[in-house]
């Protein structure tokens, strides 16, 4: 152990001088840091409380430790007002002290005076200095949220009549014809299992020429819409508005979960030949009317063979509540 010691010693001793010096640098530099964090506040208590301590030391002491004017009270008083006008060296000259203890006394009273008022003037600075860099970061993210805000009004236009394509798909896959309206076409969200019947239907939209089955156009416009999204949240920083960065995520997280089960919609009848040939009209009535007869409760089963329109009822469900927030969000940053 004593060998380990003097090892530690003579390493120590022949450490170089610049490494001595850094050491001490950077401990009064950290000192000055750690002093600089204290309120200034603190500084004002502590250079107000060392008044009576050090004017009761001063009472203690004998008198003859000073020169007392004629007429001179001794009370705590008094030493109160010498202690006063000490640490704030002013030095009237009424009260001196005569001997080395009461000296010796006065002269810490008097750094420690000076050194407060220092810390406190450093703390001043360091809280100024602080004040300074806040507000700077504040106009920087100001300038940035503004900046941002700008990219997202430029694809607010386009954002928003993806999001009224969607939710018009929405009302027509879970409207059944006869059910439809051209004046009034509102996605109810309490819809039923039984109103998707109509799925492979023509949507009639204006926007929809094609004359495809409905379910069609709707896989295409989430795509597209899921796509958007996920270009939106890569070129804009999304984190700004976090409820709609996380509705961005969770409309695609949910489409790229569902695109499995587009091929099979595509396809109806897939999930309904069964090992036998059945034309795509035949498949679409059998499904409809599967759909229409549809008993029991609606979950997803390796034996539904309407578990692909299921995935697609659930995912209607989530999404078109998604997209109507998000239109509800860039609808009030655009007209804040």
Avoid at 1 to 25: C, D, G, I, W
Avoid at 192 to 218: H, T, W
Wanted: hydrophobic letters at 40%; charged letters at 20%; glycine letters at 4%.
């Amino acid at each position: 152990m004593l060998k380990t010691l003097y090892s530690t010693m003579k390493r120590t001793t022949n450490q170089p001088k610049e490494s001595v010096l850094m050491t001490f640098s950077d401990r009064l530099r950290q000192f000055f840091h750690d002093v600089s964090v204290i309120r200034p506040s603190i500084w004002i208590l502590i250079y107000l409380a060392m008044m009576p301590v050090f004017a009761w030391v001063y009472y203690i002491l004998p008198d003859s430790e000073f020169h007392i004017p004629i007429d001179g009270a001794t009370t705590y008083g008094s030493w109160l007002y010498y202690s006063i006008v000490t640490i704030t060296t002013l030095g009237l000259g009424d009260y001196t002290p005569a001997h080395g203890l009461a000296q010796t006394i006065t002269a810490i009273e008097v750094i420690c005076g000076i050194a407060i008022f220092g810390f406190f003037l450093n703390a001043v600075g360091a809280m100024r200095s602080e004040r300074d860099v806040s507000s700077a970061i504040a106009r920087q993210q100001a300038m940035h949220r503004e900046v941002e805000k700008g990219k997202l009004l430029k694809n607010a236009p386009q954002l928003i009549h993806k999001i009224n394509r969607f939710m018009a798909y929405c009302y027509i896959l879970t409207t059944p014809t006869d059910k439809r309206t051209a004046t009034d076409m509102t996605y109810d969200k309490h819809f039923n299992f039984k109103d998707m019947r109509d799925l492979y239907q023509p949507s009639g939209l204006p926007f929809d020429n094609l004359q495809e089955p409905a379910i069609e156009g709707f896989l295409r416009c989430a795509r597209e819409m899921s796509l958007y999204l996920d270009s939106l949240q890569m070129r804009l920083d999304m984190s700004l508005w976090p409820a709609l960065l996380e509705d961005c995520f969770t409309f695609v997280a949910n489409t790229q979960i569902f695109n499995d089960q587009n091929n099979i919609l595509n396809h109806p009848e897939q999930m309904v030949s069964a090992g036998k040939d059945v034309t795509f009209r035949d498949a679409e009535k059998i499904i409809s009317n599967m759909i229409q007869e549809w008993k029991g409760p609606i979950q997803v089963s390796g034996k539904n063979p309407l578990t692909p329109v299921v995935a697609l009822y659930y995912y209607i469900k989530e999404n078109a509540e998604i997209a109507r927030r998000i239109e509800m969000v860039m609808t009030n940053i655009t007209t804040a």
